[in-house]
């Protein structure tokens, strides 16, 4: 018979993704540029379901029952668009090109009306889970059309992670939505990272905790708010120690943090809708801070002094508890506005696309199979179940509560660690939009007044209508411009 779907690009991702299509029931043909990948694929798991081998692209699309739907998982950019092309060339009207990729939301917007013009569908999915997610169950975030994904929703939907037997896949909206959500899916996954890393920083400062006397305290708050797949491979990682030297592990890895571009594309696109993203922006920089060898080597040489204030927490058993309490709240507190900030930049790209992205759907299926995945999701679809049109997750009663709960303790962390050199910019940026969204008013009319002053860019008053500008350089009377 023929074959349900194709895939093309055999590498890790592709791979897997073959293997969990094939031990689902569906008859997958593959393709692979060079063909020895085809070869070690099938010799290693061609048991496992039923794959065709295809050598090349005309014989995959041959094999593949219509209308064919070809999954593509090469690298993003240049070779997406070169396989894309490829099989445009040999499809027919009606059939689906699925890129699995990273790719960037606005190539995909491109490759769909290039390949719309021709009758074809092209559907941005983007897939979470890494290797493991993609053999036994991603997180998938499809965009494109929604006769294109009456085919193939049914199939992503049965490979997808499943959470309380409801699958972690839904159609995302049109054109590059699929690949958006994912990206900010990223920008989020650089956050969480990075207020992980802070609160760990932190305990080792504050309280002179090694790695794996850490890694004890985080693995114990998998238990609560803080249970997600993230925390508990921290613990994991904290947990492990080097076979060659015999110290912990994180000890030996050197501390510069690297990133393929999806945090950074999030923060691009923030700022060009106007998003303040800020603990996915702090996360994004703190990896680029790390990764500065000159500046640092500079700082360093010029010996640039900490003069700090020495910790406030009493050594006892009791004090240093409540500290670690204290983080414990911080972090629950940063993560929950890095993600509600997360959230605003999908309203604000739906809007600004036409998308209609379900957030509290986005949220369901990041509850399974992705970098994110945890139980907390569940109290942000329920957020936006109760209120879809939601304007600031944090203002939802359950998270208000939350977030307020821990209010004195996050200011406690961020204050002991400014007061003592330790680093703390996404807890920080965290906690300074907090208290910016919830503040009665804002240093902004200076800012305005300022404006007008230097540049007659005008400001509006708070006592009535209207735009106006000050003559500043005469006799300081006021006109309304606008009217
Ligand atoms: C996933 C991951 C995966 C990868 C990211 C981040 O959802 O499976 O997000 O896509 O981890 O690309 O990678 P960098 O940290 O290298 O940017």
Redesign the pocket.
């Known amino acids: 018979g023929l074959a349900d779907i194709g895939v093309v690009g055999l590498a890790v991702m592709g791979s897997n993704l073959a293997r969990n299509l094939a031990r689902n029931g569906y008859t997958v043909a593959v393709h692979n540029r060079t063909p020895g990948r085809t070869r070690e694929l099938l010799a290693a798991h061609g048991d496992e379901g039923a794959f065709v081998a295809c050598a090349t692209v005309p014989d995959l699309v041959a094999s593949l029952a219509r209308p064919r739907t070809v999954l593509v998982m090469v690298k993003a950019g240049d070779a997406t668009d070169a396989v894309v092309e490829e099989l445009a060339r040999h499809l027919e009207p009606g059939d689906i090109v699925v890129d699995g990729g990273?790719a960037h939301f606005l190539d995909t917007a491109r490759r769909e009306r290039d390949l719309a013009a021709r009758g074809l569908h092209l559907v941005g999915a983007?897939?979470?889970?890494?290797e493991e997610?993609a053999l036994t169950g991603?997180?998938i975030m499809p965009g494109g059309s929604e006769e294109a994904y009456a085919t193939l929703g049914p199939m992503l939907e049965r490979i997808s992670a499943h959470v309380d037997g409801v699958p972690c896949c839904t159609h995302i909206g049109p054109d590059g939505a699929g690949h958006y959500v994912?990206m900010v899916?990223?920008g989020i996954?650089?956050a969480d990272?990075q207020l992980i890393a802070e609160a760990y920083d932190v305990l080792r400062q504050g309280l002179g905790l090694s790695a794996p006397e850490i890694g004890e305290v985080v693995a114990g708050w998998s238990t609560g708010d803080l249970d997600s797949y993230l925390v508990e491979i921290t613990a994991q990682v904290l947990a492990h120690v080097d076979a060659e030297t015999g110290r912990p592990f994180v000890d030996v890895v050197a501390d510069a943090?690297?990133?393929?571009?999806?945090?950074r594309w999030t923060v691009q696109s923030a700022l060009d809708l106007g998003v303040p993203v800020t603990g996915i922006a702090e996360a994004t920089f703190a990896?680029a801070l790390s990764g500065s060898a000159p500046q640092r080597a500079a700082a360093r040489e010029a010996g640039l002094a900490a003069r700090t204030a020495g910790w406030d927490v009493p050594d006892t058993p009791e004090g240093r508890a409540a500290f670690v309490e204290d983080v414990r709240r911080a972090l629950y507190a940063s993560k929950v506005v890095a993600y509600s900030q997360g959230f605003d930049q999908l309203a604000a790209a739906s809007a600004e696309h036409g998308w209609d992205i379900d957030r509290g759907a986005c949220a369901r299926i990041w509850r399974g199979g992705?970098?994110?995945r945890a139980r907390f999701l569940d109290r942000i679809t329920q957020a936006y179940e109760r209120d879809p049109e939601l304007e600031l997750l944090i203002a939802d009663p359950v998270f208000a509560a939350a977030v307020g709960d821990g209010v004195a303790s996050w200011r406690r962390v961020v204050a002991q660690a400014t007061l003592n050199g330790v680093p703390v910019p996404a807890f920080a940026a965290s906690l300074a939009y907090y208290d910016g969204v919830r503040a009665a008013s804002l240093p902004a009319s200076l800012i305005q007044a300022q404006r007008d002053l230097f540049g007659a860019h005008t400001y509006r008053r708070t006592d009535r209508p209207g735009v106006f500008h000050t003559e500043w350089s005469g006799d300081r009377s006021e006109t309304r411009v606008d009217a």
């Not at 983007?126 to 890494?130: D, F, K, L, P, V």
């Not at 943090?257 to 945090?263: F, L, P, Y």
């Open positions: 990273n983007g897939i979470s889970g890494g997610g991603p997180s994912k899916h990223n996954e650089y990272m943090a690297e990133q393929k571009g999806t945090g990896r992705c970098i994110i």
